[in-house]
């Protein structure tokens, strides 16, 4: 009987550990045969991600415009805009779908747009800026690099 549950608090932790790891780490994914990994989202949520996405440009070709006119206010405006106040809570569903270094570059973005509204506001200086956005859109092109979106039972 102490043998039995011993093993079977082993499988217990184990069933446990796996859960943790798919839902916190792992995410739902896949391999491709264009090298990146895809998400598997139902369409709602993969709408609602790309909307983000599509804010996200917007910000970018804002920012972009405004430093080209020595506007730094405006740049500071938006990169607050779109950093940490921009987070919102996602439902826990999608969370555990979502690969941790996904959580973890989408996380950090936000927290780089707080930082380039910091440096426009604090240097007053567009070169620096322009170089900030320049290093803070590596973590755009470096996430498109790994991931793509496909939908559930899509066939893919
Ligand atoms: C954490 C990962 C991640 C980050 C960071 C990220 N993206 Fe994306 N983005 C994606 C994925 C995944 C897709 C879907 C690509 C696909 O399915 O082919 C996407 C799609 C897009 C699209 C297409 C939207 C549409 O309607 O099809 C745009 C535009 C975009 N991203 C802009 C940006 C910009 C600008 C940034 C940086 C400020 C950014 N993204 C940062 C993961 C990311």
Same mark, same amino acid.
């Given at each position: ?21 798919? =839902?916190?780490?792992? &995410? ?6 264009? &090298? $990146? ?10 709408? !609602?991600?790309?909307? *983000?996405?599509?804010?996200?440009? @917007? ?15 405006? /740049?500071?405006? +938006? ?7 921009? /987070? ?11 690969? +941790?270094? =996904?959580?973890?570059? &989408?996380? *950090?973005? !936000?927290? +780089?747009? *707080?930082?380039?509204?910091?440096? #426009?506001? @604090?240097? &007053?200086? /567009? ?5 900030? +956005? ?9 996430? !498109? #690099?790994?991931? $793509?979106?496909?939908?559930?039972? #899509?066939?893919?």
């Amino acid at each position: 009987m102490k043998k039995f549950s011993l093993l079977l608090n082993v499988i217990l932790i184990g069933v446990i550990a796996y859960g943790g790891y798919k =839902f916190l780490i792992q &995410g739902s994914v896949k391999a491709t045969d264009d &090298g $990146r990994t895809a998400i598997m989202l139902t369409a709602d949520e993969r709408d !609602h991600i790309l909307g *983000d996405m599509r804010g996200f440009l @917007e910000t970018v070709q804002g920012i972009t415009e405004a430093l080209g006119q020595g506007d730094l206010k405006t /740049v500071a405006d +938006l990169g607050t805009a779109a950093g940490s106040a921009a /987070v919102e809570a996602a439902p826990a569903a999608l969370i555990g779908k979502l690969p +941790l270094d =996904f959580k973890t570059l &989408g996380m *950090d973005t !936000h927290g +780089l747009f *707080d930082d380039l509204a910091k440096t #426009a506001t @604090e240097s &007053g200086d /567009v070169a620096k800026t322009t170089a900030a +956005l320049g290093d803070l859109m590596l973590n755009c092109t470096g996430c !498109h #690099a790994g991931y $793509r979106f496909d939908v559930e039972g #899509a066939g893919k």
